[in-house]
């Protein structure tokens, strides 16, 4: 069996303690970070989003202890900085209009092109690579693996507030990201050949520099044999995320086995997947996706029951039970957004809801 090896993306949020709203960290968390993390610290284009990136990783084992060590790293420098660190898709209250940006060429370029599209950017999310060494292997695989984007982007929804409104969704990050060009459920290609065209066109007409700049919910990345997985919102708990990306990881696996026994699996068009991705953003896990195969609606929940049956006979060969089990947890108490909202309907404060994000984010690492 492949390995499907793992790599971790998350971005967070530098938080200032005494008015919760987002603070520059004016780029001293990641110099200093880069001392004992190297590449694995980076700053984004906002100077209050800081992002980690794991190692390669050969299972989902090594992908808990990776990413449990770099949140721990990233909580110990942001409090030598007087900051707080927290991890949702957006920032409760925080105004994008007053947020610094980041000095650097490429930011510079994308804000001259996109202007306050790039400035309003102010998102943070969840980046899981499958290793995939065979490119033809990765487009059958991402072709099929659309299907599921939704299912479990509403799992990692976690952003339901926007400068300090209660947005009445779920996931309020796709929708500001939904500004950028390129974005979104990708269309089907038929092989690699197809895809590079489509990348190569693009760069020889100017409209992108690189394959980089492609920012779709799934891409087979450019440069490394991976495929990347970029619809989630970054979850508050590090349980969270090993469940998500062990939830992916397991998509492809499963979808390459199908492949290797000469199988296929039904694909559906980006316009049908999208209505179920607008549905997740919107309800998260409490409302009703669409299974395109029977033509109905069908309760969020029971729809996960026939995803964790489809991915079963593969999970054990992964190593990866366990993380996957946690998704009955989340269905439990809920996601990111669901547990926000309710300290807002407890409270009535966003500060109140920011301390919340803050304390969970730390779960399972001090």
């Known amino acids: 069996m492949a390995t499907f090896t793992l790599g971790i993306e998350e971005e967070f949020q530098t938080i200032d303690p005494d008015t919760r709203n987002l603070r520059s960290h004016m780029s001293k968390l990641v110099e200093d970070g ?15 989003v800081v992002e980690v990136g794991t190692n390669i990783c050969h299972n989902i084992q090594e992908a808990r202890e990776e990413v449990t060590y770099l949140r721990k790293m990233i909580l110990d420098l942001a409090a030598k900085q007087n900051l707080q660190v927290a991890a949702a898709g957006t920032h409760p209250f925080a105004d994008w209009v007053e947020q610094l940006i980041t000095p650097d060429p490429r930011y510079d370029e994308i804000i001259d092109e996109m202007r306050d599209v790039a400035r309003g950017n102010l998102i943070f999310g969840l980046h899981v690579h499958v290793g995939i060494e065979n490119r033809n292997e990765g487009i059958e695989i991402m072709n099929a693996v659309r299907y599921f984007l939704p299912h479990i982007y509403a799992l990692s929804t976690n952003s339901p507030f926007w400068c300090g409104r209660n947005t009445g969704f779920k996931s309020y990050r796709s929708k500001v990201f939904d500004k950028f060009p390129r974005t979104g459920i990708p269309d089907y290609f038929s092989s690699a050949a197809e895809y590079d065209e489509y990348v190569n066109l693009l760069v020889k ?9 492609i920012w779709w919910d799934i891409r087979l990345h450019p440069f490394f044999n991976t495929i990347e997985f970029r619809m989630c919102d970054v979850p508050m708990r590090t349980d969270e995320t090993i469940c998500l990306a062990a939830i992916m990881q397991a998509l492809v696996a499963k979808i390459h086995k199908l492949h290797r026994m000469n199988l296929s699996f039904r694909p559906y068009h980006r316009m049908l997947i999208n209505e179920n991705k607008w549905r997740a953003a919107r309800y998260g896990i409490q409302g009703k996706l669409i299974d395109f195969g029977k033509q109905e609606e069908v309760e969020y929940k029971l729809l996960v029951v026939e995803l964790l049956e489809f991915i079963d006979d593969v999970v054990d060969e992964l190593g990866s039970r366990q993380e996957i089990e946690y998704i009955h947890q989340i269905l439990e108490m809920g996601t990111g957004a669901d547990r926000q909202l309710a300290v807002f ?13 803050v304390s969970e984010t730390k779960i399972g690492i001090i």
């Open 205 to 213: 007409t100017k409209c992108i520099d690189n394959g980089k700049k």
């Open 34 to 48: 880069k001392i004992t993390l190297k590449e694995r610290v980076k700053a984004e284009m906002h100077q209050a």
């Open 345 to 357: 309907e407890q409270t009535n404060d966003l500060k109140a809801v920011v301390d919340y994000i």
